[in-house]
């Protein structure tokens, strides 16, 4: 059986054998899934497609669409609950939908391999990366080891890792989360597969790290010539990846197309709000320029002002700072009514920020201020007034919301807590939250669970609305929605704005949602803040070089943009001498393409305005900058 | 509290589905279940309605036949003086259910209560109060309950916080390690930040979303004081005489085991009973969410 298997893998990994059929092919493809009565429900119904030799198919579409089943059935594997209930699914000569568990166990991780979303939940982290990537070939038998091991070092290449040769004998914690992306997909390549099935592999990275892997990715494709089918909710990187596009929706096909089709000229109702909704930007924005330009509020002092705020863990130095510095030099101000957007990637502070201005984190050094007052750096000091006025959402409705309590509950208690209300001015109260967030009022008496993401991401605001606060931290509150979700809910926010006067704090890793709603934007880096500035000096250059590269690295919904852009790791980095172990020298220096020899790692970088607005902590003078900074693409899409 | 919701559980949901969809009703419990419920639910009105229904009184010496077998005047054999056993098992219910009753709840009750505050509060106040208790664990039951009844003298008090103290610590490391995972979700961090007290924190917030794996374990405790409690009247040391419990029936009917005297093994089979009864009981009640997968 098994060198039965292993004689056709040969004959299909040959592209000489059948031409002119194509590799996949998927017939009326039905999925049903177990309900709690046990009654089934179709959540894949009557799926066709096929995908050629050498083609990257991309499924697309919003959680719940059918998208990850479908790929998985491609494995002749079903989650559980769910079975393959019809059609037929014929890769290169088998038929999978006739083969048995052992076949199919044979098949999978060699002829057909999948990449899935976290490779930190998918490595065993007992055990090396080489050891791991070259498994599935000596499972199968397809080589031995040493030419196994000879064929990864190969493919680590090919996937631009860095030191090829020895990275193989590192575990999954010594690499990053990108790297590990890639090894993932060296795993899958190793045994030469027929198909590759990538279920939304960068979702979880960085802009920054997302450029990086979906390049090495593409460069594999083309070079290998694998057929692939990606899966993915974010059309931008599909746009880059893809070949042909299928739009799903609710289990069935909405469109099928070549990418420049689907992408430029939707013919389905459903893709076009898709695309529409992948730039909030100029919807939100309009809803934005009929603010009142500047109130007369805004010449008082500001809402809030964090001075010199220094937060970490670890034991104190000499001088009483925390050892390891989350947070360091934090200054910042939000007038009434206004937004304040706090980016960077995962790692930099954001959250922590939005935890030291609530209290939750009492910071080493620094002042936050309320209305010209001091906030008492811990809980406990703080007054009920002054935890009403700021009220912090957070990133996950799922856990943020007690799934004991229902939505009545949950939003009664700040009503009851902060003004005292109850009977019917409470009922009261809380129906007109609910109609503030557009929710129908029958979900008072449903639990957190029987609701949908978008839906318990309005109630965790409408919790925080019932406080009547000034100040609202959002901390990643739209990234864990669809995108149609989340541009709801990024309307709805500036929406309340305009009519509640409230000031926002709007963390986010996404730098187009934050332009599209934030008046000034913060940029983290380490703990750091290397730029803080208005939205409009955002538009263009000069930029701080890391805003830069962040700003360069999103993905745009264009075919080709990979090739063109130069995003991270395309700039060769000037070489330069070793740098100073103070912490105060610039942090983003490692990564920098503009950095100087003798003078960035050497000298502390200084805060300084800029000419176009706000202030960065960089040596480089505005024109330096200016003239490095290649006006990014102009793109559909994503304002610049 | 959470079964009030469960007609309406999962079907209701974002999508709502037609009204007329017919919603059939999971069945909650398994045979095992029902089976336990029976069990315990017998032992429970047993305890309540025991001594009124017996045909004897519990210390009335009815005949002189000792360890007779079973008859029309006694329906499970007589004991060693000639008293009837069903009517000693029935007046021993109430002593065996109550003390581990009263000793598992006063159990659950402070280990759950220490728990949260240990987990609420971290640092070194959970440092301190977990070694503490761990210290306890590691002094074997048994002989810390010869030590209290050898230093106090045994009385019904005396049993309870014996087996209260000695299964305390258990109790506590279920609910910290629950209460530790709850207290690290964002409902309670937005509590927190909300300017919640510690008290509407620990019972409002956490407490309801531990207490169903605290009450399992409540079950199982339960289980652990009557063995405790059963063992030490064995040895003597446990209900004295008038009172008895199903462990001192055994111990006092104990010379009759070499003729195999129902009078020892009854009580015997009635301990096993609530045991076992219990844990059926326990290990198949499911919640609505469990029920659903």
């Known amino acids: ?640 | 509290m959470k079964a009030l919701h469960d007609s309406t559980g999962g079907e209701a949901a974002a999508a709502p589905l037609p009204a007329s969809a017919p919603v059939k009703r999971v069945r909650r419990h398994s045979t095992m279940a029902w089976i336990g419920m029976a069990i315990v639910g017998f032992w429970v009105l047993m305890a309540i309605l025991g001594p009124s229904i017996s045909p004897y009184d519990a210390t009335a010496i009815v005949d002189t036949d000792v360890f007779s077998g079973m008859s029309h005047k006694f329906l499970l054999g007589s004991d060693y003086l000639g008293r009837d056993m069903l009517s000693r098992i029935l007046f021993g219910t109430r002593a065996t259910i109550g003390l581990a009753l009263a000793a598992t709840v006063l159990a659950s009750a402070t280990g759950t209560a220490v728990a949260l505050f240990a987990a609420f509060s971290g640092g070194w106040r959970d440092a301190v109060i977990s070694r503490a208790l761990d210290a306890l664990i590691s002094i074997p039951s048994k002989m810390f309950a010869l030590m209290m009844v050898a230093t106090f003298g045994s009385s019904m008090l005396l049993l309870v916080v014996t087996a209260a103290i000695t299964y305390m610590p258990g109790a506590y490391r279920i609910a910290r390690s629950l209460a530790v995972n709850v207290q690290a979700m964002e409902y309670v961090q937005a509590a927190r930040a909300r300017g919640e007290g510690v008290w509407y924190i620990m019972t409002t917030e956490m407490l309801p979303n531990m207490i169903r794996p605290v009450l399992a374990d409540f079950g199982l405790r339960f289980v652990y004081v009557v063995l405790l409690l059963s063992g030490l009247s064995f040895l003597s040391l446990g209900v004295q005489p008038p009172d008895a419990d199903w462990g001192s029936l055994v111990r006092e009917n104990i010379s009759g085991l070499g003729e195999g005297a129902l009078a020892v093994i009854m009580p015997a089979l009635a301990i096993a009973s609530l045991t076992i009864g219990v844990n059926l009981l326990i290990d198949n009640l499911r919640g609505k969410r469990a029920a659903k997968e």
């Open chain 1, 1 to 640: 059986m098994k060198q039965f298997d292993t004689f056709l893998g040969k004959k299909g990994s040959t592209p000489a054998s059948p031409t002119g059929q194509p590799l996949v092919d998927v017939q009326g493809l039905r999925v049903t899934a177990r309900k709690d009565d046990g009654s089934s429900v179709e959540i894949v119904k009557n799926v066709d497609f096929t995908v050629a030799r050498g083609e990257v198919l991309a499924l697309i579409g919003e959680s719940g669409s059918g998208k990850t089943t479908i790929a998985l059935s491609l494995l002749g594997y079903a989650r559980s609950g769910c079975q393959i209930a019809g059609g037929q699914i014929r890769i290169g000569q088998r038929q999978i939908d006739q083969m048995d568990e052992k076949a199919l166990l044979a098949m999978r991780g060699h002829h057909v391999a999948y990449i899935a979303q976290s490779a930190a939940a998918a490595f065993n982290p007992a055990r090396t990366l080489m050891d791991q990537v070259i498994e599935s070939a000596l499972q199968h038998g397809v080589m031995d080891k040493a030419s196994a091991r000879a064929k990864a070092v190969e493919l680590f290449r090919a996937l631009a890792l860095p030191k090829p040769e020895s990275i193989g004998d590192r575990y999954p914690h010594q690499v990053s989360g990108g790297q590990l992306q890639r090894v993932m997909a060296a795993m899958a390549l190793i045994t030469d597969p027929e198909l590759v099935i990538l279920d939304e592999p960068t979702t979880a990275l960085d802009v920054t790290t997302q450029i990086e892997v979906l390049r090495a990715f593409k460069k594999v494709v083309k070079e290998l010539g694998t057929t692939a089918v990606y899966v993915s909710h974010d059309l931008a990187v599909v746009a880059q990846m893809a070949d042909r596009i299928i739009v799903l929706r609710d289990g069935a096909v909405r469109e099928m197309g070549s990418t420049g089709q689907v992408l430029h000229e939707p013919a389905d109702s459903y893709t076009q709000s898709l695309i529409a909704a992948v730039s909030p930007a100029t919807r939100v924005a309009q809803l934005r320029e009929v603010l009142p330009a500047s109130m007369p509020a805004e010449v008082r002092a500001p809402l809030l002002r964090i001075s010199g705020l220094v937060a970490g863990y670890g034991a104190p130095d000499r001088l009483g700072l925390p050892g390891v510095r989350i947070l360091d030099d934090i200054n910042l101000t939000i007038q009434r009514g206004s937004t304040v957007g706090i980016i960077g990637e995962s790692g930099s502070g954001k959250t922590t920020l939005a935890r030291a201005v609530a209290g939750m984190i009492a910071p080493a050094r620094g002042s936050i201020q309320l209305d010209g007052q001091n906030l008492s750096p811990t809980l406990e000091g703080r007054t009920r007034e002054q935890f009403r006025r700021v009220q912090i959402v957070f990133q996950n409705a799922d856990t943020a919301l007690n799934p004991a309590h229902s939505i009545g509950r949950i939003l009664n208690r700040p009503l009851a807590f902060y003004h005292g209300l109850k009977g019917d001015a409470m009922r009261r109260r809380t129906a007109e939250l609910l109609d503030l967030v557009k929710l129908p009022s029958s979900v008072i008496d449903r639990l957190p669970a029987e609701l949908s993401g978008g839906q318990k991401q309005r109630v965790n605001l409408a919790r925080a609305l019932a406080a009547k606060p000034d100040l609202i931290l959002c901390d990643e509150v739209t990234s864990a929605l669809d995108t149609v979700v989340a541009a709801a809910i990024l309307e709805l926010l500036a929406e309340l704005r305009r009519e509640l006067q409230v000031s926002y704090m709007f963390i986010s890793h996404d730098i187009s949602t934050v332009r599209a709603i934030c008046d000034d934007i913060v940029v983290l880096y380490a703990g750091r803040m290397v730029a803080n500035r208005p939205r409009e000096a955002m538009m263009a250059p000069p930029y701080h070089p890391y805003s830069h590269l962040l700003l360069s690295s999103v993905p745009a919904m264009q075919q080709g943009w990979l090739e063109q852009v130069a995003g991270a790791g395309q700039h060769k980095l000037p070489p330069i001498g070793a740098a100073d172990p103070s912490p105060e020298i610039c942090a983003f220096l490692p990564r920098c393409s503009l950095r100087v020899d003798g003078v960035c790692n050497v000298v502390p970088p200084r805060r300084r305005n800029m000419e176009h607005g706000g202030e960065i902590l960089c040596h480089r003078s505005d024109a330096d900058l200016q003239q490095a900074q290649a006006p990014l693409l102009p793109v559909e899409g994503v304002t610049v």
